[in-house]
């Protein structure tokens, strides 16, 4: 067995690899053409990315490859109709990172709330504003509104609960109800919407679920409201969300993911957002903490070991 790891990796995860195969080759600088040349080339048993694309030229470049792992939760960065097509099985890693973006929701939620990031700025230019920054409205009592409450969002969940916040929450599956507790609430969407006063977003990038938050859901929040997207960035609408922001519609949004974001090692942004004084940007970090990315990790060498001694793919997507 052939492992390319097409993508940065924790290093004592590929070393619990190596046990496991004939090959382990971890060349994270690999995208596009040259990661197609060089799966020609290496021809792998097993892929394994992050945020790597893989096409369908690349599927067709692989020879004998089995699987491939998407070392995170989504598979939006792999053609899987492709991979389905040449019989090659898509696996992830669903809630390793759930906790990761959770604790960056509820850091959005108490900046915003407090303007934490500009009170540090203004501290930095020597300015000083209390009267301004002591204008908040406190989180406990209020309602927080979760689009989604899978993995993430009942970790989300929980964490609210814990700040004597309120829960609405909306998510497809019917019949569906992984948290019991009287201030936890199944909601139809546009209930929340209107009543919430914290809405964080945490579904899938899929057809069904593009610009969920268009400008006529957005029109039906309250104007102290607060917006939080740390899924994919295809749920919104930006210009939408920048105008509604711009014209004072809501308070404040939180975004880490934008339409056209850049490269990892991209040296700037030229997001519409970044222009936007209200709008409260990060890196798309929502997984990357040590212990994310090492649950991570030791999922993915668990689908390689489950493979290696039963030959089944677990955590398959396709």
């Known amino acids: 067995m052939k492992i390319l790891i097409a993508d940065k990796f924790e290093t004592f995860g590929i070393e619990a690899l190596k046990p496991l195969a004939d090959q382990v080759a971890c060349e994270p600088g690999l995208k596009d053409e040259s990661l197609t040349q060089r799966v020609a080339e290496f021809d792998p048993t097993v892929l394994i990315v992050r945020s790597t694309k893989v096409n369908a030229d690349t599927l067709k470049a692989a020879k004998q490859l089995k699987f491939i792992i998407r070392a995170g939760s989504g598979v939006d960065n792999i053609d899987v109709k492709a991979a389905t097509e040449r019989g090659v099985k898509v696996a992830n890693c669903p809630g390793m990172n759930a906790i990761a973006v959770a604790e960056l929701v509820l850091g959005h939620m108490l900046n915003m709330d407090r303007r934490i990031a500009d009170n540090v700025r203004d501290v930095r230019a020597h300015k000083?504003?209390?009267?301004?920054?002591?204008?908040?409205?406190?989180?406990k009592g209020s309602t927080l509104g979760i689009v989604g409450l899978g993995r993430i969002g009942t970790e989300v969940a929980k964490r609210a609960l814990a700040f004597d916040m309120n829960v609405l929450w909306y998510d497809v599956i019917p019949n569906y109800n992984p948290l019991t507790h009287p201030n936890c609430k199944r909601s139809d969407l546009d209930t929340l919407f209107r009543e919430a006063d914290i809405i964080t977003l945490h579904v899938p990038g899929t057809g069904d679920t593009k610009q969920l938050v268009d400008a006529a859901r957005l029109a039906t929040m309250k104007p102290h409201a607060l917006l939080i997207?740390?899924?994919?960035?295809?749920?919104?609408?930006?210009?939408?969300?920048?105008?509604?922001?711009?014209?004072?519609?809501?308070?404040?949004?939180?975004?880490?993911?934008?339409?056209?974001e850049p490269a990892a090692d991209a040296k700037d942004i030229t997001s519409p957002l970044a222009d936007v004084p209200n709008l409260y940007g990060?890196?798309?970090?929502?997984?990357?903490?040590?212990?994310?990315?090492?649950?991570?990790?030791?999922?993915?060498?668990?689908i390689v070991r489950e493979f290696k001694s039963t030959g089944k793919v677990i955590n398959t997507v396709n």
């Open 128 to 139: 000083w504003n209390k009267k301004e920054y002591s204008k908040a409205r406190g989180l």
């Open 229 to 260: 997207n740390t899924s994919r960035a295809s749920v919104i609408d930006e210009p939408a969300l920048i105008a509604a922001l711009k014209e004072g519609r809501i308070r404040a949004a939180a975004v880490d993911v934008y339409d056209n």
């Open 282 to 302: 990060t890196h798309h970090i929502g997984a990357s903490t040590d212990q994310a990315q090492t649950a991570v990790a030791e999922e993915t060498v668990r």
